[in-house]
């Protein structure tokens, strides 16, 4: 099918942080999917992958946060006019899942590390050069009580991951679908161009 004319597009900020994002994600989700894996076959390695993996995910919230702000001062282009109101509706829900998702993966895994009983012996640092803080409400626990909180958390953060590969799957099927079925211009939308 033919694509049809471009139906307005996201700014280049905007564009730069969907992108950002989404390559922090993705990596982040495929680096976790595969930590006991790499803990079995090079348990040396499995610290500095986790160092990473943290301090992706502490910067997928500041971006997450920086594009939540842009949003509100730039909306992005009016909805595809092709969209049934089932489509709509799905997409609506899909995104704002997304964005609730990429704050509460993220976030419920700095809990998790900030719970940590062995985290006092081990600073948190992003990328091994900015020192970074852990939430100080978990210091005064017992190790007994750190340890509900780091499990907990740790449940949390695993569920919502799983529970984000399941709304990028619907997001990428969505724009696939927009793209390639409908032929509209969906992902010069949200490409960088005139």
Known sequence: MPERPLNGRYTSIAVALHWLVAIGI??????GLGFDALEAAHPDQIGAAVGLHKSIGITVIGLVILRV???????GPAPLP???PWERK??????????LLM?????????????????????LVL?????????????GLSDAGK?????????????TAYVLIGALVLHVAGALKHQFLDGQAQFRRMWFGR
Do not use: C, E, M, Q
């Not at 704050?103 to 600073?123: E, F, I, N, R, T």
């Open 90 to 99: 799905l997409s609506t829900g899909v995104h704002h899942l997304l964005y």
């Open 69 to 75: 702000l842009w949003k509100i001062g730039h909306p």
């Open 147 to 159: 340890d509900y909180w780091h499990d907990l958390f740790g449940g949390v953060h695993t569920i």
């Open 103 to 123: 704050l509460v993966v993220p976030l419920a895994g700095w809990l998790h590390d900030s719970a940590w009983k062995a985290g006092a012996a081990h600073p």
């Open 82 to 84: 092709a969209l049934k």
């Open 26 to 31: 993705i990596f982040n989700l495929w680096k």
């Open 127 to 139: 990328f091994r050069v900015i020192p970074w803080f852990r939430f100080p409400f978990f210091s």
